[in-house]
DNA sequence: GCAAAAGTGTTCTCTATACACCCATGG
DNA sequence: CCATGGGTGTATAGAGAACACTTTTGC
C-alpha cells in the first residue's frame, strides 16, 4: 500500500466524521524582514495556493476546530486566534479560473478512485468560517500535507493565485486585522519576547502599509503602560542605542479586558 | 388534510433542498417609545422564545437567505442587515433547560410523525450563522409561523427566556451595534422620516443604555452633515418647539463608504 | 566632529465634555 | 412671568500630528 492510499484511507475517517458542506479556513499572519506574511498552501498538479484549512469534527467546538488546524500546520498551540467572517456565496467555488478547478478535482479523482464516498463528500458546496491568526514566525515550523506540494508564507505585497474565494478572504482578514489594530496590543503575538521601539513601528507600518511618525507611536505605545523597559542593545551602529521593551502579561491581559482606543 | 400536515409537507420540501446542518439567526433590532425591541418568536408547547431562523437553500447565496428570512417575518425588503458572528459550539443546543428541550422536540415528533426525514434533518447539530438588522418597528408586519404561537417585539430590557443559545445569540448582537454605532449613522433605519434631534438622541441612548449630554450630541450628529433641517413642529408643550430632520440619503450613502468616527 | 538614529519636548489643532446662557412656547 | 425644553456658546482637558531639539553611538 503506497503512503498515498494509507493517507486517504485516514482521510475517509476523518471526513465522515466530520460536518459536512462545512469548513474553516484560517489566515495566519508572521511577521519577518520588516515585512507581513501569510501561511499559504500549494496543491499538487495546479500548483495554486490555499488557505490552510480543515474541517469541524462532528462532536468538536468550532473554535476548537481552528485551533487544531493552526496546531496541525504551524506547530503552535495557544495563540490569538479569532473568528472574523462566515463565507457562504453560493459560486464561491467558481471565483478561479475553471482550468484549475477541473485540475484540482482530477487530483482528487485520482486520490481517491476508490472512495467515492470521498469524492461525493468534498464535491458538495461548501460553507467556511475565516478565521485570523498571529504568530511569531521564527516559532513556526509549517507543514504540508499529501495534497499539497509545500507550505509558505508569503509576503501579503505579493500574493500567489488562490484557488476558490481564498483571495476574498485573505483581503477580508486583513482588513479586520487592520481595524482589531486599534482594539489589539498586538506585537505580543507576532514579535519575538524583546524587541526594540522600531520593531514595534515597523510591525505596525508593515500591517496597515503606511509610514508612522516615529516620536509620537512611540508615546503612544508607552502610554498604553503594557511595555516593560529593559537594558539598552549596542547595536555596533553608529547611532545611539535603542532600549529593548518586553510585554507585561499581566497589564496586557487586563488591557485586553477593557480595550483600548488606538488609532492611526 | 389539517393546515398543519399541508405545512409540513411543504417543509419537507424546503428542508430537504437546503443545506444541512447549517442556519440563518437574525436579531431583528426595533425601535419604539424610547426602547430597544428585538423581534421573536414563542413556540407552541413550550412556550420558549427563539429568533427568527431560517436555512440556506442549496442554490442561494448565504446572505441572501437572511434577506429572505428577514422579509418572511416582516415583510420588509431592502434594510441594514449585517452578518455578525457563527456559532459553533458543540453543545449550543444544551444551552437551555433539558425540559423545555424535551417538549420542543415532541412538537416536532408530533407535527412530522408521517415524515421521519425531517425529524432526522432537524435533529442534527447545527451551526448558525448571525445576522442583525435595523427596522423602523412601524412599517414591519411581523407573522409567526405554524409552529410558533406569535412573533412579537420585546424590549431588550426584558428578554423572555430563549431557547438554545439564543441569549447569547443577542448578547453578541446587542455588542455589535454598539460598536457599530461609532462607524454607521443607524438612525435612518431605525426612525420615521421625519425626527427631532431628541428622537434621535433617546434612539442612541436606548442602545447604549446610557444618557447622554443633549448639546454635545445635537453638533456631533450636525457635524456629520447626513441631516437636513426642516420646518419646526409646534408639540403643543409649553416650551420650544423642535425642529424636524432627515436624512440626506445620498450624504449618507458616501457616509457609509468613508466610514465615520464617532464615540460616545 | 559628524552622521544617524533614539529619546524627549513643543506647538497647534481638533475633539470630547461639562456647563452656562439665551430663546421659544403655553399656561 | 415662569417652567420647560430647544438651540447655541464657551471653557477646559486630552489626543493626535508635525516638527524641533537633545542625546548617544561608532567612525
Redesign the interface.
Known amino acids: 500500500m503506497t503512503q498515498n492510499s494509507n493517507a486517504a484511507l485516514f482521510l475517509e475517517k476523518k471526513l465522515l466524521g466530520s460536518?459536512?458542506?462545512?469548513s474553516i479556513d484560517c489566515v495566519i499572519f508572521g511577521y519577518k524582514n520588516h515585512e507581513l506574511f501569510i501561511l499559504l498552501l500549494q496543491w499538487k498538479h495546479d500548483n495554486m495556493w490555499s488557505l490552510p484549512g480543515g474541517f469541524?469534527h462532528?462532536?468538536?467546538?468550532?473554535?476548537k476546530?481552528a485551533y487544531r488546524v493552526l496546531k496541525e500546520r504551524t506547530g503552535l498551540d495557544s495563540i490569538f486566534l479569532s473568528?472574523f467572517?462566515?463565507?457562504?456565496?453560493?459560486d464561491r467555488i467558481g471565483k478561479e479560473h475553471e482550468n484549475s478547478l477541473k485540475k484540482r478535482q482530477l487530483l482528487l479523482k485520482e486520490l481517491y478512485k476508490n472512495q467515492p464516498k470521498i469524492i461525493e463528500w468534498l464535491n458538495k458546496?461548501f460553507?467556511t468560517?475565516g478565521y485570523f491568526a498571529l504568530v511569531d514566525i521564527n516559532q513556526t515550523n509549517p507543514k504540508p500535507d499529501f495534497m499539497t506540494i509545500q507550505c509558505a508564507w508569503q509576503s501579503i505585497k505579493s500574493i500567489p493565485s488562490t484557488i476558490m474565494d481564498h483571495r476574498e478572504i485573505i483581503e477580508k482578514a486583513l482588513q479586520q486585522l487592520r481595524i482589531q489594530l486599534n482594539y489589539l496590543p498586538v506585537g505580543l503575538s507576532l514579535l519575538p519576547t524583546k524587541f526594540t521601539m522600531q520593531d514595534l513601528q515597523k510591525l505596525y507600518e508593515a500591517i496597515l502599509q503606511k509610514k508612522l511618525e516615529r516620536s509620537n507611536f512611540q508615546r503612544k505605545m508607552l502610554k498604553l503602560d503594557v511595555l516593560v523597559r529593559h537594558e539598552k542593545q549596542m547595536t555596533g551602529a553608529a547611532n545611539k542605542a535603542p532600549y529593548l521593551y518586553s510585554f507585561n502579561q499581566e497589564k496586557y491581559d487586563l488591557l485586553l479586558k477593557k480595550g483600548i482606543?488606538l488609532?492611526f
Open positions: 460536518l459536512p458542506g462545512l469541524i462532528k462532536d468538536e467546538d468550532m473554535d476546530a473568528q467572517h462566515t463565507f457562504g456565496n453560493r458546496r460553507i468560517t482606543g488609532s
